[in-house]
T-cell receptor, first 111, second 115 residues
Framework: QKEVEQDPGPLSVPEGAIVSLNCTYS??????FMWYRQYSRKGPELLMY????GNKEDGRFTAQVDKSSKYISLFIRDSQPSDSATYLC???????????FGKGTTLSVSS | DADVTQTPRNRITKTGKRIMLECSQTKGHDRMYWYRQDPGLGLRLIYYSFDVKDINKGEISDGYSVSRQAQAKFSLSLESAIPNQTALYFCATSDPDRVDNQPQHFGDGTRLSIL
């Protein structure tokens, strides 16, 4: 079992839909959780960061961490065609240690 | 200009050749990283450097070496390239003053094909 599991998709939704992207993990020591967005032919860009459990909201994006279930989510409200990208979850145990990435989920939002 | 610049953007070469991928940054960050991305495997850490005198192996360092020539420059070398090193390579930087200091700023990648 890989440390971080992420369904690669692809996930296709119409414009305006609410999107839910998820990752599960096996190592209960993970404390830092991130979501990156990667457009085609570009490097990943940090979208959201959460420490430990809880929710974090930034505009149309909400990141949730449920450490009891070892499950993290990214919600996108009112999805736009510009949200079409690959979304990577990543996590690590503590500051200074390596990030472990999921494989990424490809999202397509149609207008 | 991009904050993290990788050269070349694309490279095709033959098995056994020595390859160097270069990364330069204008962020002023001390911490730099090299990752490779493969379909179905995600991003994996090859090497990282927390300052000019500090080099650390990542998850998959075998077959690779790095050089931190200056704060702004971090190069990745494949001494004798093999086909399974065909991948998309990313350089990244992070700000150690942030409490989380995870990689934040990625270059646009080097697509390397080894025949």
């Amino acid at each position: 079992q890989k440390e971080v599991e992420q369904d690669p998709g692809p996930l296709s939704v119409p414009e305006g839909a609410i999107v839910s992207l998820n990752c599960t993990y096996s190592n209960s020591a993970f404390q830092y959780f991130m979501w990156y967005r990667q457009y085609s032919r570009k490097g990943p860009e940090l979208l959201m960061y959460t420490y430990s459990s809880g929710n974090k909201e930034d505009g149309r994006f909400t990141a949730q961490v449920d450490k009891s279930s070892k499950y993290i989510s990214l919600f996108i409200r009112d999805s736009q065609p510009s949200d079409s990208a690959t979304y990577l979850c990543a996590m690590k145990i503590q500051a200074g240690t390596a990030l472990i990435f999921g494989k990424g989920t490809t999202l397509s939002v149609s207008s | 200009d991009a904050d993290v610049t990788q050269t070349p953007r694309n490279r095709i070469t033959k098995t056994g050749k020595r390859i160097m991928l270069e990364c330069s940054q204008t962020k002023g960050h001390d911490r730099m990283y090299w990752y490779r991305q493969d379909p179905g495997l995600g991003l994996r850490l090859i090497y990282y450097s927390f300052d000019v005198k500090d080099i650390n192996k990542g998850e998959i360092s075998d077959g690779y070496s790095v050089s931190r020539q200056a704060q702004a420059k971090f190069s990745l070398s494949l001494e004798s390239a093999i086909p399974n090193q065909t991948a998309l390579y990313f350089c990244a930087t992070s700000d150690p003053d942030r409490v989380d200091n995870q990689p934040q700023h990625f270059g646009d990648g080097t697509r390397l094909s080894i025949l």
